[in-house]
Nanobody
Framework: QVQLVESGGGLVQAGGSLRLSCVTSRLTFSSYAMGWFRQAPGKEREFVGGISWTGGRTFSADSVKGRFTISRDNAKNTVYLQMNSLKPEDTAVYYC????????????????WGQGTQVTVSS
């Protein structure tokens, strides 16, 4: 079955960096747009950004623009989220997801989801 597995989360101090990876399997990866979402305790799931099939177009939410960078390597069936200048407000479980059409901000439009990886930013 299709699987998406996130990794790279951890505990960092404010101002630090992390790179999250999402490795997919049994998925025609290059035919899917990919999105990154996050969910903090007590809050709704939030769209962080997305990337098109080939990586030619990306989108980042205003809250992370200029700090986070989304990229993909189709040869490795992997999408990345490089997070720099981390803030305590970035603390959340981060999820990757696959869409057969577009990197929608609505999480209901994604067909497949990973299990999530915890990112904790201390002050």
């Amino acid at each position: 079955q299709v699987q998406l597995v996130e990794s790279g989360g951890g505990l960092v101090q404010a101002g630090g960096s992390l790179r999250l990876s999402c490795v997919t399997s049994r998925l025609t990866f290059s035919s899917y747009a990919m999105g990154w979402f996050r969910q903090a305790p007590g809050k709704e799931r939030e769209f962080v950004g997305g990337i098109s099939w080939t990586g030619g177009r990306t989108f980042s939410a205003d809250s992370v623009k200029g700090r986070f960078t989304i990229s993909r390597d189709n040869a490795k069936n992997t999408v990345y989220l490089q997070m720099n200048s981390l803030k305590p407000e970035d603390t959340a479980v981060y999820y990757c997801a696959a869409s057969p059409t577009y990197y929608y901000s609505d999480n209901s439009r994604y067909d497949y989801w990973g299990q999530g990886t915890q990112v904790t930013v201390s002050s």
